[in-house]
């Protein structure tokens, strides 16, 4: 058995920084505070642009070249992520995409400031394709 850490637990996000403008708008992620309601409406808007493709100009060339949204959530909030997808299935073809993360947790030392023990540990992930449907 695993030997437990004393300290201050920080978590860490693990890196999915999209890289381009194009990625970071055709992305969402669901994290285990974002409301169902709100996800669907966000996601729903984003798919309506694409489809008509009306944006920022400056991107027009870019967005038409997007051929899905990416959904992502992990941990505990991948009940609420899958759910997201089922509702998109009835109207959208939608991939789901399983998978682990690699997260870093930092444990502060409460008597020793300056020390800090970083572990590794995994965490699942899902991933939603919603595919566009133009015409």
């Known amino acids: 058995m695993a030997k437990r850490t004393q300290g ?13 403008q194009t990625e970071q708008i055709s992305s969402f992620l669901i994290k ?10 966000k996601i729903t808007k984003q798919l309506e642009n694409f489809e008509k493709l009306t944006g920022i100009k400056k991107y027009q060339s870019q967005f038409k ?12 909030c991948l009940e609420k992520t899958l759910s997201v997808g089922l509702y998109f299935q009835e109207r959208y073809k939608v991939d789901i995409l399983t998978g682990t993360v690699e ?23 899902v991933e939603l394709r919603i595919w566009l449907k133009r015409d």
């Open 65 to 76: 070249q997007v051929k899905y949204i990416t959904v992502k959530g992990m941990g505990k």
């Open 32 to 41: 285990s505070n974002t409301p169902y309601v709100s996800a669907i409406k």
């Open 103 to 125: 997260v870093l947790d930092e444990f502060q030392q409460e008597d020793e400031e300056d020390d800090s023990i970083y572990k590794k540990r995994l965490v699942s992930s």
């Open 8 to 20: 201050k637990h920080i978590k860490h996000t693990p890196n999915i920084k999209p890289r381009t």
